[in-house]
């Protein structure tokens, strides 16, 4: 649907139309630069051009951005990260860096802008999301959000240690991680079965990546990818894992 390179994204259905949020991706001056799209269909198939939401490239938005602790360099060796766009109940929550008012350090944060009235289009840029995390971990990819009955708010993150752009792949470990939090209190390893006490659905040795929340008659459930490093079922989808409440 666009001329650029297009990453990962998320479709939404609201007042008849259809909205789909993705990445772009393109570079600008020898580096690559993320910017986040929106298209709208009436039927799912066709979609009209995108429109541009958040772009870090924008002086406005670059200048917003940073004033809030937003990182949109590769100075940690790591492509930028403005990416992964996910909707949910008004706000648009996407992959990003930040440095850390503590320790001054680049690292890994989800990304949130709210919705400015009814548009789909226009968003209000928020603070970054710090999540607890180990201090080997150095992405934070494809956030997925999910509210249960009993008002707690479910994300479910992607994390990788990849250490630089050209790192093998056979070295790079990862991580589905779930968090929750309720009464916008702060994010803590998310108490469902079968996760393990920080939070993990899959680790290392599974595996896995592309991790995806849904809801259904089920319940909560999900599935993901196994990576290419697991040569006998390389990007294959892996069983749905339904989360239950931990007893």
Do not use: C
Not at 30 to 35: A, E, L, M, P, Y
Not at 64 to 83: F, I, N, P
Request: cysteine-free.
């Amino acid at each position: 649907i666009h001329d650029r390179l297009t990453w990962s994204g998320h479709t939404v259905k609201s007042k008849g139309y259809f909205y789909l949020f993705f990445t772009e991706s393109s570079p600008v001056k020898g580096q690559v630069q993320q910017k986040i799209m929106v298209a709208k269909s009436y039927e799912g198939v066709d979609f009209a051009r995108p429109k541009t939401v958040l772009d870090p490239t924008n002086e406005s938005v670059r200048k917003e951005a940073e004033h809030l602790g937003y990182h949109l360099g590769s100075g940690d060796g790591l492509v930028m990260a403005w990416r992964d766009p996910f909707y949910y109940q008004g706000s648009l929550y996407f992959a990003a860096k930040a440095v850390d008012p503590v320790s001054q350090k680049i690292r890994p944060v989800i990304g949130r802008a709210m919705q400015a009235g009814d548009s789909m289009e226009h968003w209000i840029l928020q603070a970054p999301m710090f999540l607890p995390i180990e201090g080997n971990i150095t992405q934070i990819e494809l956030p997925n959000v999910k509210k249960l009955e009993d008002g707690r708010t479910i994300l479910s993150v992607n994390l990788s240690n990849l250490k630089s752009d050209n790192t093998p792949e056979r070295e790079v470990k990862t991580w589905v991680r779930l968090y929750e939090r309720k009464d916008d209190h702060l994010w803590r390893p998310a108490q469902l079965d079968p996760l393990d006490s920080e939070g993990n659905l899959f680790t290392p040795s599974d595996q896995v990546y592309g991790f995806n929340l849904i809801t259904g008659p089920v319940g909560l459930q999900g599935s993901g990818f196994y990576r290419e490093g697991y040569s006998s079922k390389a990007f294959s989808l892996t069983p749905f894992v339904p989360l239950k409440e931990r007893k």
